[in-house]
């Protein structure tokens, strides 16, 4: 898996467009839950973008190293939810109530061969997938 690269290989364009992004999610987080906090932090990150290059870099880096370590716990923990809370009841259920639902058990005689007396039509051709 690709990591993000270190702060000494973004330009300072990127690095402060990482937190002119980063100072605008504090704003908007300030607009929904009216703490005052939030906006101090966004006008703190601001400014640290407009003066400083190198601790602009630092502080862009560090912010997406959190987001590569969220990105990597959260996507296990919901693709664990969704296979205990979905795919695993419903396995559970399929094979409580279908019984050899791939016909993988060998029937009474010697053959795996299923006879099927069909006729094909020019239908079954229209549309093989």
Do not use: C
């Amino acid at each position: 898996m690709e990591s993000t690269k270190p702060a000494s290989s973004y330009t300072p364009e990127q690095n402060v467009r990482t937190l002119v992004v980063l100072a605008a999610g504090m704003l908007i987080l300030f607009f929904i839950f009216h703490k005052p906090w939030l906006s101090w932090i966004a006008l703190a990150v601001l400014l640290v973008a407009a003066f400083s290059d190198w601790l602009s870099a630092k502080l862009a880096w560090a912010w997406l190293k959190l987001a590569e370590i969220l990105g990597k716990v959260n996507s296990r923990i919901l693709l664990s939810l969704v296979f205990f809370a979905f795919l695993f009841p419903l396995a559970m259920l399929r094979r409580l109530f279908v019984k050899n639902a791939l016909d993988l058990k060998r029937p009474a005689g010697n053959s795996l061969y299923k006879e099927r007396n069909h006729t094909y039509s020019a239908q079954d051709l229209a549309n093989p997938w």
